[in-house]
T-cell receptor, first 114, second 111 residues
Framework: GAGVSQSPRYKVAKRGQDVALRCDPI?????LFWYQQALGQGPEFLTY????????KSGLPSDRFFAERPEGSVSTLKIQRTQQEDSAVYLC????????????FGPGTRLTVT | KNEVEQSPQNLTAQEGEFITINCSYS?????LHWLQQHPGGGIVSLFM???GKKKHGRLIATINIQEKHSSLHITASHPRDSAVYIC?????????????FGTGTLLAVQP
């Protein structure tokens, strides 16, 4: 069966450009998470969706970061006016239930801002 | 101080050795996860546990809730076990069950 997919896998952006990163969760999964992983670090939480509702966006580092999941399936993480410190791997994970359940991770999108 | 601490940060072992990676945490949790990440690859969930011990093949994970400590053991290690192993805890009482991650342990198993 299909796992979590993310696109693009690699993205190079010039400083100041806007980027959009896509996540396709496992079909039927209720919960969707975005994480940011800097080089040599563990992932850090960005935001969480339960179906189409964004219940927690406490990890978004600035108002340049925006995420949506309008129909409760595919999600897009948008970064406006990218900065060099935004360079990282952006991971998406989905889970079939609301709490205390295994999360299934996508392969990540490696964003490099030059 | 990080809420999730792992040790060691780097580990080199010879094929066949018994390996232990430790994780300590300072927050209340609903569950603890052990994850595996290969270079350039995605993250794979190995275990999720909230008490006791779980075993899958050559991998064993234990947790002591009172001491806020977990260990991941690999028996009869093999070069294909080389990866980054990450401990993550589920946020207790939170509405989102977001994970808080350790920085990972880079394991290299030499033939």
């Amino acid at each position: 069966g299909a796992g979590v997919s993310q696109s693009p896998r690699y993205k190079v952006a010039k400083r100041g450009q806007d980027v959009a990163l896509r996540c396709d969760p496992i079909s039927g999964h209720v919960s969707l998470f975005w994480y940011q992983q800097a080089l040599g670090q563990g992932p850090e939480f960005l935001t969480y969706f339960q179906n189409e509702a964004q219940l927690d966006k406490s990890g978004l580092p600035s108002d340049r970061f925006f995420a949506e999941r309008p129909e409760g399936s595919v999600s897009t993480l948008k970064i406006q006016r990218t900065q060099q410190e935004d360079s990282a791997v952006y991971l998406c994970a989905s889970s079939p239930r609301y709490r205390d359940y295994e999360q299934y991770f996508g392969p990540g999108t490696r964003l490099t801002v030059t | 101080k990080n809420e999730v601490e792992q040790s060691p940060q780097n580990l080199t072992a010879q094929e066949g050795e018994f390996i232990t990676i430790n994780c300590s945490y300072s927050v209340g949790i609903s569950a603890l996860h052990w994850l595996q990440q290969h270079p350039g690859g995605g993250i794979v969930s190995l275990f999720m546990l909230s008490s006791g011990k779980k075993k899958h093949g050559r991998l064993i994970a234990t947790i002591n809730i009172q001491e806020k400590h977990s260990s991941l053991h690999i028996t009869a290690s093999h070069p294909r076990d080389s990866a980054v192993y990450i401990c993550a805890v589920g946020d207790y009482g939170g509405a989102t069950n977001k994970l808080i991650f350790g920085t990972g342990t880079l394991l290299a198993v030499q033939p």
